[in-house]
Structure formats: structure tokens, C-alpha cells
């Protein structure tokens, strides 16, 4: 499902978006910040959980 309710203004939105996202420090030469790539490949990836749970008494 699209984003946007009219697919013929995705350009001007795109356009809006990048230059915010230029602006932020997100996009930089044209191509998304190297910390930002990263931050978002991990964000496609199931994520794991590991814990670590100690009775330490205090419920006696």
C-alpha cells in the first residue's frame, strides 16, 4: 500500500524528504551516512534477545 494518497506527488515528497534528510546529516553526497546504513540493515534482521536473570534473596 503506498505511503501517499495521490503516487503522482511522491516526487516532490521525495525530493522534501531528502533535503531534510541531507540537512540532518542523513544523506550526505548523495548517499545515506555509513552509521545510518548500518543502524538501519540491523533494523531489518530479527533481533535477538539474550538476559541474564540472578536471584540475588531478596524476596526471603
Same mark, same amino acid.
Given at each position: 500500500m503506498p505511503s501517499i494518497a495521490h503516487p503522482e506527488d511522491g516526487n516532490g =515528497? /521525495?525530493?522534501a524528504v531528502? !533535503? =531534510?534528510?541531507? !540537512?540532518?546529516?542523513?544523506i550526505a553526497d548523495g548517499h545515506v551516512h555509513p552509521i545510518v546504513e548500518r543502524w538501519l540493515q540491523n533494523l531489518d534482521r530479527p533481533m !535477538?534477545? #539474550? #538476559? *541474564?536473570i540472578v /536471584? *540475588?534473596?531478596l524476596n526471603r
Open positions: =515528497q /521525495d525530493g531528502i !533535503e =531534510q534528510f541531507t !540537512e540532518m546529516g542523513v !535477538e534477545l #539474550a #538476559a *541474564v /536471584d *540475588v534473596g
